[in-house]
């Protein structure tokens, strides 16, 4: 069993392929913006950490999940997202607790440390400001 409240937050990460989908993941990412108070991650071109795709990070707080989520199912113009809660527990958040829009892409497990320390969580720093309705 695992408590709601372990959830302190969420990532959505967008994947694009740089040289065919990577206007459509900047138009997505300008929408995000404009709709949703989120903190907007770099453009990762090059696979990072676990991801093996090129990708950005959308960090939101729990209040956000309802309704960005839903508009992502409606919005995301065919790319892959994968959304998964952050907890102290990263390789299970990833692995066994995400869930995926559109196909569901490999992730390197064995760089996703098993536990992180409470010290280690880093709060959502919205960086942008939502001037339109979802
Ligand atoms: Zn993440």
Redesign the pocket.
Known sequence: MHALAAIHSY?A?VYYDPARTRGVAETLRQRIGERFGVQLGRWHDVPVGPHTAAMY?V?FDTEVFASLVPWLMLNREGLDV?V?P?TLAPRD??LLHALWLGQKLALKEAVLPLRFGADQESPIEPNTTPTLAP
């Open positions: 990532h990460h990070q960090a994968l998964h952050n958040d990833h």
